[in-house]
């Protein structure tokens, strides 16, 4: 499985983005997709999720009201939409795949199987 994550690049505070990863390879609606983030000088940490066939998604308490997941099964494609950027949001942004993770789960990584390249947003003041 190939993750090709794109969308990112400079916007203002206030301003909006739409990322999206696009997978290849051996796919399919039962992996859950999320989206991570890194921060310079930070740890990776966990932005939002969306399980399977986008039965239900989970969000990082400081992107809640702001960022939405969605997935496109049938274009094995998931999107964030990014409102409301904050310069904190500044971050290289990746895409994530697994299987197999669960509401308790999705939050960490490690529990990720593919990982896509990343993808940069930088929100100016």
């Known amino acids: 499985v190939q993750l090709q994550a794109s969308g990112g690049g400079l916007v203002q505070a206030g301003g909006s983005l739409r990322l999206s990863c696009a997978a290849s390879?051996?796919?399919?609606?039962?992996?859950?997709m999320a989206w991570f983030r890194q921060a310079p000088g930070k740890e990776r940490e966990f932005v939002a999720a969306?399980?399977?066939?986008?039965?239900?998604?989970y969000y990082a308490d400081s992107v809640k009201g702001r960022l939405t997941i969605s997935r496109d099964s049938a274009k094995n494609a998931v999107y964030l939409q990014m409102n409301s950027l904050k310069p904190e949001d500044t971050a290289v942004y990746y895409c994530?795949?697994?299987?197999?993770?669960?509401?308790?789960?999705?939050?960490?990584?490690?529990?990720?199987?593919?990982w896509g390249q990343g993808t940069l947003v930088t929100v100016s003041s």
């Open positions: 994530a795949a697994g299987r197999g993770l669960i509401v308790s789960t999705i939050r960490n990584g490690r529990q990720y199987d593919y």
């Open positions: 969306v399980f399977r066939s986008g039965s239900g998604t």
């Open positions: 390879g051996r796919t399919g609606s039962w992996f859950t």
